[in-house]
């Protein structure tokens, strides 16, 4: 039974099939893993499809095309090359072999294919066309948005778990649940995703969980394809010049790096400023000044173009939820002209400081910033709260990194209660004096903290030490740490990982005590 959809359709099927012991076997093929789970529940082991190799793939496209039959040895280049750009994917190396057979035998003929191959994969009556929509008319709704999403990162690229989820959170993907924050539900629909095989598992944390995804290069252009007919997404590269090709008024723009010359370069980066109605722009080159006209922007993602400074165009972007930078913050910037109060809808704030040392002074706004989820500088400090300032806590912040040891008063941690991951860069013995790592147990779902202490600071008082219970990702460098406190971290009772770098601890012997690190992994030193 090839290609099952549905657990009920097994079901059904399944009655008419009595296990009398006569030793006969069911072979069934599904995309889905769950109803590969559910056919076969009694053992955990399904055969899982596999990507070919290079010499699995020349076979394949050989035995398809000249079957037992003479091989000609010219075309054996452009054929490797047709094999390589297929990436493994069976169903693609068949596909193509059925249009290699129906054509001239000639380097020509064959040239033509590889150089156009995924165009010519994914054209509207394709095969590769008809199996990748099936898959994708059978998803639920809310995950075909997050599929099509994945479109915008080039070929070849291994998608960041956190990175993909925090966008879908942006744009409004996720839908609530009372029991879970928005971040563990994108991690369901990505798990969603994978069990459908529509995308593969590139790199695991420590804890098993998703870090990177992959999308094979074929439904990456098909994503692309869908996603344009759809008015979902608009994507820009290098083959296409004029702006006149894209939808009036898109919602969501993606420029890859455009090689084209830099007249038509500029001329499709200035017309982008005259789609008032974009949301959401993923861009691999440097926008034009325009770009600060779409006054509803609210995800920016310029996290591979270098800039020079700060944009103070975002001064009057107010609807932003996701921004994503990289450029130079000179020591001691105060954002608060770049960064308003007015962006009272922020959820994710990036900044990619080429210079780690530069710290950034935040406005005294950000306290009244209450969907803010995410914040990441190189070194970022947080305002004393005012007088009347002393009821807002950020409830929504789950990541911050890096903020000043200077920050991190009691009453500081205080207004970030459910942080689940924070990085602390303590720089000077005057940040050293208002430091202290006990005012962390208040931060009681804490799972990942990161200490990071300069060379030139003074050694950190282990007196009173304490840890948050909850953690189970532990990061220090240069806290000089006395070795008779480890027993501190030893008994913390979720601590899988622990890294210990740069006179993280001090002394000339470490005696580990029996029943410490209960659920210890990983370590690095």
């Known amino acids: 039974m090839d290609d099952m959809w549905h657990k009920e359709a097994w079901d059904n099927i399944k009655r008419l099939l009595p296990d009398d012991n006569e030793g006969s076997r069911v072979l069934l093929t599904t995309r889905l893993s769950e109803v590969a789970t559910h056919a076969n529940w009694f053992s955990p082991d399904h055969h899982h499809m596999r990507l070919l190799n290079e010499n699995e793939g020349w076979k394949l496209l050989c035995s398809k095309i000249f079957g037992d039959g003479r091989f000609i040895p010219e075309l054996e280049a452009v054929g490797k090359e047709i094999v390589r750009s297929c990436k493994g994917l069976p169903l693609s190396i068949v596909v193509v072999s059925g249009l290699l057979s129906n054509i001239s035998r000639t380097q020509r003929e064959w040239g033509y294919i590889a150089k156009n191959l995924n165009q010519i994969l994914i054209s509207k009556d394709s095969h590769c066309t008809k199996v990748f929509s099936l898959s994708y008319d059978h998803m639920p709704h809310h995950l075909k948005a997050c599929f099509l999403y994945t479109g915008v990162y080039p070929q070849d690229f291994e998608i960041p778990m956190s990175k993909l989820i925090k966008l879908w959170i942006a744009e409004g993907f996720i839908k609530m649940n009372s029991s879970k924050s928005l971040e563990e539900v994108g991690e369901e629909y990505l798990e969603d995703l994978v069990s459908r095989n529509l995308v593969m598992v590139g790199e695991k944390r420590f804890n098993g969980k998703i870090k990177s995804c992959i999308v094979h290069d074929l439904l990456k252009e098909w994503c692309s394809s869908k996603a344009l007919d759809e008015k979902f997404i608009h994507t820009l590269n290098a083959n296409i010049y004029y702006c006149q090709e894209i939808a009036k008024d898109p919602r969501r723009l993606c420029i890859r790096k455009l090689d084209s010359t830099d007249e038509a370069r500029a001329d499709i980066l200035r017309t982008i400023g005259t789609f008032s109605l974009v949301r959401s722009l993923v861009s691999q080159s440097k926008p034009h000044d325009e770009l600060w006209c779409c006054k509803l922007l609210r995800v920016l993602d310029l996290s591979n173009v270098d800039l020079e400074f700060f944009p103070s165009g975002i001064i009057d972007l107010i609807h932003l939820r996701y921004v994503y930078l990289c450029c130079e913050l000179c020591n001691g910037i105060h954002i608060s002209k770049y960064l308003p109060d007015s962006l009272r809808d922020l959820q994710t704030l990036i900044i990619r400081q080429r210079c780690i040392d530069s710290s950034v002074y935040l406005p005294r706004g950000i306290w009244g910033m209450r969907h803010l989820r995410h914040l990441q500088f190189g070194t970022c400090c947080f305002p004393h709260p005012l007088e009347g300032d002393k009821n807002l806590v950020l409830e929504n912040l789950q990541t911050l990194s890096y903020v000043s040891g200077s920050s991190c008063t009691e009453e500081f941690i205080k207004r970030i209660p459910n942080a689940k991951k924070l990085g602390i860069r303590v720089k000077t013995r ?34 009173d030490l304490t840890l948050p219970k909850n953690l189970i990702k532990l990061t220090l ?8 406190d480890m027993p501190i971290v030893g008994s913390l009772p979720n601590l899988e990982v622990l890294k210990l770098k740069n006179n993280a601890f001090q002394g000339l012997e470490w005696e580990p005590i029996k029943g410490e690190f209960c659920r210890y992994e990983v370590s690095t030193y």
Do not use: Y
């Open 430 to 463: 005057d940040e050293q004096k208002a430091f202290s790592l006990r005012h962390l147990m208040n931060l009681h779902k804490l799972e990942i903290l990161k200490c990071i202490v300069e060379p030139t600071s003074c050694i950190i008082i282990s007196k």
């Open 477 to 484: 460098s240069g806290t000089k740490i006395s070795w008779k």
